[in-house]
């Protein structure tokens, strides 16, 4: 069954600290996996996506990582602002039948 | 445990017709939400409704128009299709969520409507 699963479900945070955020699948074939952050009652909006290939991907303070092997991928945030709580959504596409694969997402607040 | 239903999940229309599509929320989540992917492209946010009423508008053309029910089911209208409105439409849902996470929500996606216009 392919599936996404996130971990943690929920995470509080200070300013200026550091967190990383788990994504395990099991999709195949697999595409490309793609991490979204998403305010309440807004679009989500695309963070990083990644392919087979690829390890790491960095955008800003946002570095996603890519294990294949063990289908599992993280993103890590590096000196968390305010504005960094939402809610972040990891997608994986699945090539076989262009369809997305959502995981339930990690709720983080980040508190000064 | 019960999920988001959409119905139906797949549908074809020619140009022109118009499409209704459902989305019935997780049981006590009071948030609906809507996107449109289309084929290799990031999903679409379109709208969304908070407890009936519509909380945030995205990319959604005029020619679609949606509402939320008292039963919290939600409705995608979609009228004079076009060949680029063929795409899949999720809807996702939520629900409030308080304390320290106050604001920010888990949403839980649909299957999807694959919508295919000839």
């Known amino acids: ?112 | 445990a019960a999920g988001v239903i959409q119905s139906p999940r797949h549908l074809i229309k020619e140009k022109r017709e118009t499409a209704t599509l459902k989305c019935y929320p997780i049981p006590r989540h009071d948030t609906v939400y809507w996107y449109q992917q289309g084929p290799g492209q990031d999903p679409q946010f379109l709208i969304s409704f908070y407890e009936k009423m519509q909380s945030d508008k995205g990319s959604i053309p005029d020619r679609f128009s949606a509402q939320q029910f008292s039963d919290y089911h939600s409705e995608l209208n979609m009228s004079s299709l076009e060949l680029g409105d063929s795409a899949l439409y999720f809807c996702a849902s939520s629900f409030p969520t308080s304390g320290s996470f106050r604001g920010l929500d888990t949403q839980y996606f649909g299957p999807g409507t694959r919508l295919t216009v000839l």
């Open chain 1, 1 to 112: 069954k392919n599936q996404v699963e996130q971990s943690p479900q929920s995470l509080i945070i200070l300013e200026g600290k550091n967190c990383t955020l788990q994504c395990n699948y099991t999709v195949s074939p697999f595409s490309n996996l793609r991490w979204y952050k998403q305010d309440t009652g807004r679009g989500p909006v695309s963070l990083t996506i990644m392919t087979f290939s690829e390890n790491t991907k960095s955008n800003g303070r946002y570095t996603a990582t890519l294990d294949a092997d063990t289908k599992q991928s993280s993103l890590h945030i590096t000196a968390s602002q305010l504005s960094d709580s939402a809610s972040y959504i990891c997608v994986v596409l699945s090539g076989g039948y262009n369809k997305l694969i959502f995981g339930a997402g990690t709720r983080l607040a980040v508190h000064p």
